[in-house]
């Protein structure tokens, strides 16, 4: 980022400011320029919302934007408050301005009019406007802006300070205006260019859907799948193709106890490219009172190669274990070949298992007279459904009795769809949230041939055409003309210019990004190409868009990032419906490359609140291994040593070196003062983050619950800064690990307390929260 004096008038001002404890702040406020193309975005570094409630003041805002009601009522009593100092004409005149400027923080371009994009530069106090709206302002109300700064550091300061430009229509429009007009106040609510597609998701020139990701989970082997138990937990399993299983809970902590563990039973290797392993793993749809998992994988009994289905029994123990000597064979099916192995295991919302098979291997489905997927006498290239129900004594499985082979001489009663050539990751939609809307439809990729990749909607007792066709074309071409075929085609084909080997994904039906409800979102594994299609839901017909990360600012939120790892394995969706994939660096089931990536939309989120979950507590037996990122460099994931070389006034202690109990100490070798503070962040900025108190000789976080900026003030004093620009809740700022205790809550104060110890407050240790609710603050 580029900064500039406006001239040479302001850089004099500066020189001979009467208040050098000011200059820091008034730094903080000089106009920016910015480079880079602008993105909605709020003062949390979130995307805007549209508010559950509309804005009663703020009115402008009420359908897109930063506020929800409760921040309008906020904004609403501080115009109030201002407005007191007026009588009826002042009112008149001014009370437009005051109230325009306020609810700012509410427009969806609020980062950027306060130059908060770019979280490492200081944020303004006030928004940017526009030069004529400016010197409008400055002729009819200049005396309002001390009004405006009144509740920034010392009142009397800023009386004296505004007054000495106030008189001067330059240095306050120097002071107040944003050089970009496109995005200053009020040109950016009216810019026809910005607002045209506000709140949709971003496509660049080419109409590709730009999104973001969130690094969830890395260090794995080939992931192959992710589930989740629906129990409450908001965990996920995780199968890696080597055959372990390992299980992440909300906070995204892994036990390092494996879930399971089938590494001496699977078959694989470590070249690149081998189908053959673990393949997937499905939960009992009432996991909590059946518990019981199955699981499809590679096996060589008697140097034969096979594909196993079995079913394990939950550790009457552990709930994050299952009982390794509970293996039950449900279901064996001999591979001719090593590759084509299918592997796809998921329950319906009928209750049923259903098993998706490979056509055997080799290339072409070379095997008899029309192949085994066309051969309802084989099991291979099929969809199998069956009923693992009440199977504790007698067969392991039974058929459901509309099945649509059921009868047919010579079937398979098991077969639910044929015709399939090697379906790889399938999925069931939920549904609209709303109307309900698809629910129980499956998806399924199917990895082509030569030529074409699809994906198909499976339907009882469908024939999905292989070897007759790959995708929409004929492969043989003396089955495709068979009138008799009555094949079922695909919703989608591409060629193979767009990728190699189809990777299926998921219809997103999750809370927190609106904007992609009902878009369908898959994957390449060989090209990493992410894409996406949509239901026209007049004609039924489906439209392609490709997905490409997101350019420029449009991904700079935290956490968030434009980049991933190529070979796209796997799909998942967790608990409440948030989209992931996992894909790997390296195609080896022995590389620890595999990364797992949360699907997310920067151009819209959901309102604050609405998508809230609070995970029921799990029992873990073992240790937690944290997560960190793997784009994050070593340096900065220990962020007490970023901070402590940011600068003296905010000062993070190391632990001390040698032998003996160490105490806490600060600068000097001083013992640290009960109540010091500090701000933790991912960043390792100096001027903003998660704020942790130092109480009884160890660090803990403060829950947001009534904390105020007068609260952040005090903490931002006490690190040598003025003022609290911005007090961020929920832990936008970063949320401490579980190890970390949470020392205050519900913290009032005043403003002129020494340290938040001396304000309002619970008992130390004592709240009614959690990391969730960590609060930050960004100083200046």
């Known amino acids: 980022m580029t900064r500039h004096h406006s001239d040479l008038v302001h850089q004099k001002f500066l020189q001979h400011a009467i208040f050098p404890k000011l200059l820091p702040f008034i730094l903080l406020l000089l106009p920016q320029a910015w480079k880079g193309h602008c993105h909605p975005q709020c003062l949390d570094y979130k995307p805007p919302f549209e508010p559950q409630q509309q804005l009663v003041f703020c009115k402008d805002y009420t359908k897109f934007g930063c506020c929800d009601l409760q921040k309008d009522e906020e904004i609403s009593r501080k115009f109030h408050s201002i407005m007191k100092n007026f009588d009826s004409l002042g009112s008149k005149t001014c009370g437009e301005y005051i109230r325009s400027i306020l609810c700012q923080e509410c427009s969806p371009y609020a980062a950027h009019l306060y130059d908060a994009e770019d979280a490492n530069t200081p944020m303004r106090v006030l928004p940017g406007l526009c030069g004529d709206y400016c010197s409008s302002y400055w002729l009819q109300c200049r005396y309002t802006l001390s009004l405006l700064l009144e509740d920034m550091g010392n009142p009397q300061q800023f009386a004296n300070w505004t007054a000495s430009i106030e008189e001067d229509r330059n240095r306050f429009c120097d002071f107040l205006e944003l050089k970009d007009k496109q995005y200053c106040y009020p040109n950016v609510l009216t810019d026809a260019e910005l607002n045209a597609n506000l709140g949709l998701v971003r496509e660049d020139p080419k109409g590709c859907l730009e999104v973001c990701l969130q690094e969830v989970a890395n260090g794995l082997r080939n992931p192959v799948a992710m589930i989740h138990a629906n129990d409450g937990s908001h965990r996920f399993f995780v199968a890696e193709q080597l055959g372990y299983v390992w299980v992440y809970l909300a906070n995204g902590s892994r036990i390092d106890r494996p879930f399971l563990n089938l590494t001496q039973a699977v078959l694989t290797s470590p070249w690149a490219g081998d189908e053959r392993g673990f393949l997937c793993i499905a ?256 004609n039924g017909e489906w439209q392609y868009n490709e997905i490409c990360m997101g350019r420029d600012q449009t991904c700079k939120f935290p956490k968030l990032i434009n980049s991933y790892y190529r070979y796209i394995i796997s799909f998942a969706e967790d608990e409440a419906g948030e989209l992931y994939f996992l894909s790997t660096g390296v195609p080896s089931a022995t590389a620890r490359s595999g990364v797992i990536y949360k699907i997310v939309d920067p151009s819209r989120r959901a309102p604050p609140g609405k998508c809230r979950i609070k995970p029921l507590p799990v029992k873990i037996k073992g240790k ?66 998660r704020v942790e108190i130092f109480i009884r000789g160890e660090w803990g976080t403060v829950c947001d619950d009534l904390f105020t900026k007068r609260a952040g003030t005090v903490v931002c004093r006490q690190l040598g800064f003025m003022t609290a620009l911005a007090v961020m809740k929920r832990a936008a700022l970063g949320e401490a690990s579980s190890k970390v205790r949470i020392m205050l809550d519900d913290v009032e104060c005043e403003g002129g307390e020494q340290s938040l110890l001396e304000c309002k407050r619970s008992k130390v240790g004592k709240h009614n929260c959690s990391h969730e609710e960590d609060v930050g603050v960004i100083c200046g």
């Open 283 to 538: 939960l009992h749809p009432r996991f909590t009172t059946v518990r019981k998992a199955y699981v499809y994988y590679s096996v060589s009994v008697k140097k034969e190669e096979r594909i196993r289905i079995s079913e394990f029994t939950l550790s009457a123990h552990d709930d994050n274990q299952l009982d390794h000597s509970s293996e039950r064979t449900i279901l064996e099916v001999v591979e001719p070949a090593s590759n084509h192995n299918g592997g796809q295991l998921l329950f319906g919302h009928d209750g049923y298992l259903y098993i998706f098979t490979g056509d055997g291997g080799r290339a072409g489905d070379p095997f008899g007279k029309f192949g085994n997927s066309q051969n309802k006498s084989a099991l291979l290239g099929k969809v199998l459904r069956i009923d693992v129900d009440n199977n504790d004594e007698g067969v392991s499985y039974s058929i459901p009795s509309d099945n649509p082979f059921v009868g047919e001489q010579g079937a398979k009663p098991e077969i639910y769809a044929y015709g399939v050539r090697n379906m790889w990751r399938c999925s069931i939609d939920r549904g609209d949230p709303v109307t309900g809307a698809g629910r129980g439809r499956m998806f399924c990729g199917d990895v082509g041939q030569n030529k074409y990749e699809e994906i198909d909607l499976i339907v009882k007792g469908g024939n999905y055409g292989w070897r007759a066709k790959e995708g929409f074309s004929c492969y043989d071409r003396k089955l495709c003309q068979n009138s008799s075929l009555d094949d079922i085609l695909p919703i989608f084909d591409y060629p193979h210019k767009l990728g190699k080997s189809v990777t299926g994904g998921y219809i997103y039906r999750g809370c927190e990004m609106p904007n992609l409800n009902g878009l369908y979102i898959f994957g390449d594994f060989m090209s990493g190409r992410l894409m996406s299609l949509k239901e026209n839901e007049a």
């Open 624 to 689: 937690l291994i944290h997560f960190h990122p793997k784009e994050v460099p070593d340096e900065i994931l220990w962020t007490e040593e970023k901070q402590q070389n940011a600068g003296e006034s905010n000062q993070v202690n190391k632990r001390p070196r040698g032998r003996g109990r160490g105490r806490k100490r600060g600068r000097g070798g001083k013992r640290l003062p009960s109540g010091s503070v500090r701000l933790v962040s991912a960043d390792g900025l100096s001027d903003r983050g």
